[in-house]
């Protein structure tokens, strides 16, 4: 059954809210990586001005896990507080990732079409046909 999570974008100060969330829930993060640590992809690489920026945050709370990155001009995206949020959903197949995928993004604008990530998951991004961003995520890679 999938599991579904808020994933939180920022304008650059990541890092800062998530140590203050983590201040105030505990616990340890689960994964933080920097833009800088990201691999070329289609032969696009991270400018030094975007590389401590936060690529992908996650803190677990109870059975939640908040997520969250700040958003990267040179990779074309900005932060518009009020649409800085989606809904994401991490799957327990491929199969059942592709079956949310396309009924939810059904009459909306996919921004990322489900495929295999450098980070070892199979994953998409749209923005339904109601205004929502969504990520579905299947791991590929089953953590430790």
Same mark, same amino acid.
């Given at each position: ?14 890092? =800062? &809210? /998530?140590?203050?969330?983590?201040? $105030? ?6 994964? %933080? ?35 969250g990155s700040d958003s990267? =001009? &040179? /990779?074309?995206?900005?932060?518009? $507080? ?6 994401? %959903? ?53 953590p430790q």
């Amino acid at each position: 059954m999938a599991a579904v999570n808020p994933y939180l974008t920022f304008a650059g100060n990541c890092e =800062e &809210a /998530f140590n203050f969330y983590k201040s $105030v829930f505990g616990g340890e993060f689960a994964f %933080i990586g920097k833009f800088k640590d990201m691999p070329p992809t289609d032969g696009m690489t991270c400018p030094p001005s975007e590389g401590e920026k936060i690529m992908h945050v996650s803190l677990p709370i109870g059975n939640t896990v908040i997520m969250g990155s700040d958003s990267s =001009e &040179a /990779f074309g995206q900005t932060t518009v $507080v009020g649409n800085n949020f989606s809904v994401s %959903i991490n799957t327990d197949s491929k199969e059942e990732a592709d079956k949310l995928f396309n009924g939810l993004s059904a009459g909306g604008q996919v921004s990322m079409p489900m495929n295999q990530t450098f980070w070892g998951a199979y994953f998409g991004m749209f923005t339904d046909k109601f205004g929502i961003n969504w990520m579905v995520n299947f791991d590929m890679v089953q953590p430790q």
